[in-house]
T-cell receptor, first 114, second 112 residues
Framework: EAQVTQNPRYLITVTGKKLTVTCSQN?????MSWYRQDPGLGLRQIYY???????DKGDVPEGYKVSRKEKRNFPLILESPSPNQTSLYFC?????????????FGPGTRLTVL | GNSVTQMEGPVTLSEEAFLTINCTYT??????LFWYVQYPGEGLQLLLK?????DKGSNKGFEATYRKETTSFHLEKGSVQVSDSAVYFC???????????FGKGTMLLVSP
């Protein structure tokens, strides 16, 4: 089954404790992206990657890091989480085409930073 | 830059009512337009899309027409069901490799 998986689905942590949210896709997609969803703000892009070893900042990259060492994986790293990073996070992947192409989303990771 | 504006929710309807969720956009070039749906506790799923002016996307009884002259992509359904209760996001992408720009989402609540 074609899918994007994220782990963990739920995480409660404390300020300053480094964490990683994993994302993996099995569709051989080149493009992967991380979003955060907050009430009243919709989805905002954090980072994206157009291929292995190619990453770039989205709209709200501060406080986050990513890496793309393999095509299928795109982990999101919070080196020193803060309460304002409490949010619902989504990973997505797609295969770019000249016309519009669908992004496939993971189920989400709900992060609470105390 | 690109932007998407959606009507604020929640939109509250009775079953079998007609639905319209307005979406307008600002973009350079000729974007592709999308509607995504998020059911409670789930990720986003593509509902429909349109890639050029006057295209109509349709799926599961939902429709939206790409109107370049009014820069709009309004979502419609003739008869909503309780199972349509979800958050709906309008989005655009202006090239195959560019990022999706989302609206803030509109919650739809359908009562029996």
């Amino acid at each position: 089954e074609a899918q994007v998986t994220q782990n963990p689905r739920y995480l409660i942590t404390v300020t300053g404790k480094k964490l990683t949210v994993t994302c993996s896709q099995n569709m051989n997609h080149e493009y992967m992206s991380w979003y955060r969803q907050d009430p009243g703000l919709g989805l905002r892009q954090i980072y994206y990657s157009m291929n292995v070893e190619v990453t770039d900042k989205g709209d709200v990259p501060e406080g986050y890091k990513v890496s793309r060492k393999e095509k299928r994986n795109f982990p999101l790293i919070l080196e020193s989480p803060s309460p304002n990073q409490t949010s619902l996070y989504f990973c997505a992947s797609s295969q770019p085409t000249l016309s519009g192409n669908e992004q496939f989303f993971g189920p989400g990771t709900r992060l609470t930073v105390l | 830059g690109n932007s998407v504006t959606q009507m604020e929710g929640p939109v509250t309807l009775s079953e079998e009512a007609f639905l319209t969720i307005n979406c307008t956009y600002t973009a350079t070039g000729y974007p592709s337009l999308f509607w995504y749906v998020q059911y409670p506790g789930e990720g986003l799923q593509l509902l429909l899309k349109a890639t050029k002016a006057d295209d109509k996307g349709s799926n599961k009884g939902f429709e939206a027409t790409y109107r370049k002259e009014t820069t709009s992509f309004h979502l419609e359904k003739g008869s909503v069901q309780v199972s349509d209760s979800a958050v709906y996001f309008c989005a655009l992408r202006d090239s195959g490799y560019s990022t999706l720009t989302f609206g803030k989402g509109t919650m739809l609540l359908v009562s029996p």
